[in-house]
């Protein structure tokens, strides 16, 4: 389909999308040639259609946002809609001319006009079609315009119980789309082979997240046998489409993506608590406000990107630097600096032992592509041997996870994660008194680290040291702001 260049209502360059800026309309390349006037807008209000309804916009909405709605819509349909069944060619015929007729400045206010001074054939109290808002007459069963079948009386709302589950509900993107997040499957047997050992590219290619490609085409799949589907009615389409489009923004970013991720992991593990639920429930609430558009970035905007997420990072918000320093390092892919700054950014976006290996292969990648520069970052060295340890730890190779982890720490004593990696290998292994030192060297590089106490804490029990697991356990309830107790604490590291 070929988009013309100017606005057809008000002759202003159109946009990339094929929609106007200045006034919003959409390019007639998009109507097939469909030309309505003055009559087709008054049949249309005589028969009591409600176009507004029918896209699923509110009628105060402005151009704009209705135009990107039928765009939206009429992507589920396909391009040559006569191969459709009868009722769905109706409801296409129907969003056709919703959508000429609502994106054109004056047939909307045509419409509008003539949709005020019948009120009384729009009336509210009728009773309307779910699909294109009709009105039905007497009891015919099903809409004589787009074939839907006629709603039933709404049911009283439910009482909510006393108790039961909170409001949000852990929900699993990934098979909503019918994907399969391989890059969260740890298999140890399946890691460890007599072949040589795999690069970092061929491991993040063996073990990925779905591409966005492809998270697009299950989302859009879905969407349209959802609008199709003959036995829902307009409110379970909508909520099944909003479920698929939030599904599909999540998945297909990276930054989004990475944090829905840990919360999949813990629901898998059956755990709930830790604002884990109440996380997930901000991740939904901020995509459904979030409506930005990718665009290509020059050199100059890639650069301002990289300087944003640099001072980002340097101040301490390595979660808000990611997504610059990400879009930064695909705009630069030249760029040591950028790419070992994004490393940087996904290792302090949260602890590096709870990362998953697909983030810490995407930091060893990033890693490995600066060392490969004439100029270095001070330190990569000691990064690149932290990412191969936990990546070998993941892969259940003790052994060779302590060699990094340890080559790490030596290289870069202030370290903490090394050692806090190292502590957690001995407490493994029943090494207590190793177990112990390197707590205390990763506390004496950061007191405030919660896991590096409570290892302490469990190593000193196990060497009967009980005045010092106490101690420990105390600073981990003075961390903590829940009023948990140190004997809580000491008695859920006993069990």
């Known amino acids: 389909m070929t988009l013309e260049q100017t606005c057809p209502s008000c002759s202003a360059t159109l946009g990339s999308d094929g929609i106007c800026p200045a006034c919003g309309s959409v390019t007639r390349g998009f109507f097939r040639s469909l030309n309505l006037?003055?009559?087709?807008?008054?049949?249309?209000?005589?028969?009591?259609?409600d176009l507004y309804r029918l896209l699923g916009v509110d009628q105060h909405a402005d151009a704009i946002t209705i135009a990107r709605q039928?765009?939206?819509?009429?992507?589920?349909?396909?391009?040559?809609?006569?191969?459709?069944?009868?009722?769905?060619?109706?409801?296409?015929?129907?969003?056709?001319?919703?959508?000429?007729?609502?994106?054109?400045?004056?047939?909307?206010?045509?419409?509008?006009?003539?949709?005020?001074?019948?009120?009384?054939?729009?009336?509210?109290?009728?009773?309307?079609c779910e699909s294109c808002g009709a009105p039905l007459q007497g009891n015919e069963p099903r809409c004589r315009y787009c074939g839907s079948l006629r709603p039933g009386e709404p049911a009283p709302p439910a009482t909510p119980p006393d108790?039961?589950?909170?409001?949000?509900?852990?929900?699993?993107?990934?098979?909503?789309?019918?994907?399969s997040p391989a890059h969260l499957?740890?298999?140890?047997?399946?890691?460890?082979?007599?072949?040589?050992?795999?690069?970092?590219?061929?491991?993040?290619?063996?073990?990925?997240?779905?591409?966005?490609?492809?998270v697009d085409a299950a989302s859009y799949a879905f969407q349209q046998r959802t609008l199709l589907h003959p036995g829902w009615s307009a409110a379970e389409r909508e909520a099944r489409v909003e479920n698929l489009e939030i599904a599909r923004r999540i998945l297909r970013n990276e930054r989004l993506r990475n944090r829905y991720d840990a919360f999949w992991l813990a629901f898998?593990?059956?755990?709930?608590?830790?604002?884990?639920?109440?996380?997930?429930?901000?991740?939904?609430?901020?995509?459904?406000?979030?409506?930005t558009t990718p665009s290509t970035l020059s050199v100059e905007e890639a650069e301002a990107l990289f300087q944003q997420g640099r001072g980002l990072l340097t101040a301490g918000l390595p979660r808000e630097a990611l997504d610059p320093l990400r879009r930064a390092r695909e705009a630069l892919p030249h760029s040591a600096e950028a790419h070992a700054w994004y490393a940087r950014a996904i290792l302090a976006s949260a602890d590096p032992l709870d990362l998953g290996g697909h983030a810490l292969r995407q930091a060893l990648v990033a890693l490995e592509t600066a060392a490969r520069s004439s100029a270095p970052l001070p330190d990569s060295e000691s990064y690149l041997a932290l990412c191969r340890g936990l990546l070998a730890r993941d892969a259940g190779d003790a052994r060779q996870a302590e060699i990094e982890l340890l080559r790490a720490a030596q290289q870069n004593p202030s370290l903490a994660h090394a050692w806090c990696g190292l502590a957690a290998l001995a407490l493994a292994r029943g090494a207590n008194g190793d177990a112990i030192d390197h707590c205390h060297r990763a506390l004496a590089i950061d007191p405030r680290d919660e896991r590096a106490w409570l290892m302490l804490a469990g190593a000193c029990l196990r060497t009967r040291?009980?005045?010092?697991a106490r101690a420990a356990a105390e600073r981990v309830a003075a961390l903590r702001s829940d009023g948990v107790s140190a004997e809580k604490i000491l008695s859920e590291i006993a069990n």
């Open 37 to 49: 006037g003055a009559p087709q807008v008054a049949a249309a209000v005589a028969q009591g259609l």
């Open 163 to 179: 108790a039961g589950p909170p409001v949000a509900e852990p929900v699993d993107f990934y098979a909503l789309l019918g994907l």
């Open 268 to 291: 898998r593990q059956g755990r709930f608590d830790h604002g884990h639920l109440e996380g997930l429930r901000a991740l939904i609430d901020e995509v459904r406000a979030d409506e």
């Open 185 to 214: 499957m740890i298999n140890p047997g399946a890691r460890r082979s007599a072949r040589p050992a795999l690069d970092a590219a061929e491991m993040l290619h063996e073990s990925r997240p779905p591409t966005p490609e492809e």
């Open 465 to 468: 040291r009980h005045a010092e």
């Open 70 to 128: 039928y765009r939206r819509l009429r992507a589920l349909f396909p391009d040559d809609p006569s191969a459709l069944a009868a009722e769905p060619r109706r409801k296409f015929e129907l969003l056709q001319v919703a959508g000429r007729i609502l994106t054109d400045p004056s047939l909307r206010a045509l419409y509008n006009e003539l949709r005020v001074s019948a009120a009384a054939g729009i009336q509210q109290g009728v009773v309307r």
